[in-house]
């Protein structure tokens, strides 16, 4: 098993090729290997030209890098990770999820702790909700969002602004931002609804960016 | 057991601690301003004031082939100061490094949050005790000879320019020496068992540099009369905290709990 904490674990005063080396070690890879897998994965996660920095001197970002690079070197069967992309930029972050989702589908057993709630639609997984340190719900993302659509309040994000008019007419409006709105806040059903509002919107010009469930999903635990 | 695992963690410990100046600063600062600095003053005072104070407290076989009376004396005092009043305070040198290297080890795996990802690794108990008892003992010993080298050898350059004779090295010095792995261990040791009991290392090596108390009672046994440090009753010591420092290292390992340093 190997964890990814919020705080690194990463020895400050070593470089990042030292701790990698010596987690590589502890790990039971031969030195020359891990030199190697350490390369890579510094490589995959665009962070070789940190690779005789002092961990120190990284920025937050670059040591959580850093501290994945450490976490998967074992090749390990069990993976937990704790916020893994809570400081990444979100071209780093992508690069995450689509590693974690492609050994999840090698039958490795990863799991993926998160505060932001607008994560859970990028992964298509089972689903935990803790709170109080206790498991409140056990799901996935497709009964989740299922379940979600009724009597839930989503917002639909839009490329540029509409008239007040027009955002008072869509198909279950509850509330909208300013009088030139930009986001339009709709009350839903079924996953049908909010393809009625979309089709509504664009048929009168306006371009749907997302649509938002944070809100919701915040309120259901909280 | 992986032999190569304990030294990773050794290196990486030394490695550490070498690397960080506000740790290893003060912990070779104190005892190399000790190694060059007594001698230089137990040699003012043993050329100035010794002869009339030697004469009166003390007499000190010396191996000296001619020399004044007043010489003899000086030398004496040096020898005498050297090994039975300055000797015991280097002793609290292991007791402090250890102290500190230890400390650093263990609680500092709490303290900086390492101690999770570390352990998640498939490193086993014995291997990470082993390592981090290495990281500490190992720089330990080669301050402490490095500091009786210099101390030494400073001594036996004054005591020969002025005196004619070469003060150092005694049985009972090397004694001194002797002691000083296992006063290290038994530090060591007690920096385990606490560590899972404190929250920073600044608690553990507290706890830790108590044991410079006992050792700091030696000169004044010395300079009293009350117990003088022969050679027999240094190896006496020696054996006395060999025991000690098995018995301490026995019970750190039975009660170490990695669970609690996390």
Known sequence: MSLLTDNYSLYDNLTVMQNLLFFGKLYRIGAQEAGRRSMELLKLFDAQQFAQAKVYSLSRGTKQKIALCRSLLGNPKVLLLDEPTAFLDPKASSSVRKLLEHMASEGKTVIFVTQKVDEIPKFNARLLFLKGGRIVK??????FYREMARGAIVEIRLSSPISERLAKSVPGFYSSNGKSPTAISVRINSYKDINSAIAYLSARGAYVLEVDYTESIVEKFS | MELGNSLAIAMKDMR????????FGPMLGVPLFF????PVLTFYVSAHAAPALASRLFSIALPV???????INSASFMAFFSIYVLGPIFLTMPILTASVIAADSFVGEKERKTAEALFSTPVKNSELLLGKMLASLLPTILLTLGVFAIYGAITDYLSFSSFGVYVLPTLPWLMLLLISPFLAIVTIGIVIIVSSHVKGTKEAQQISTLLVLPVLILPFASITGFALLTASLLFYIA???AAIGAIVVYASIRTFNKEAII
Request: charged content about 10%; hydrophobic content about 55%.
């Open chain 1, 138 to 143: 056990d799901t996935t993302t497709y009964a």
């Open chain 2, 16 to 23: 550490e601690v070498f690397t960080s100046v506000s740790i």
């Open chain 2, 65 to 71: 082939a001619a020399s004044s009376a007043k010489s």
């Open chain 2, 35 to 38: 190694a060059l600095f007594l």
């Open chain 2, 239 to 241: 054996l006395l905290l």
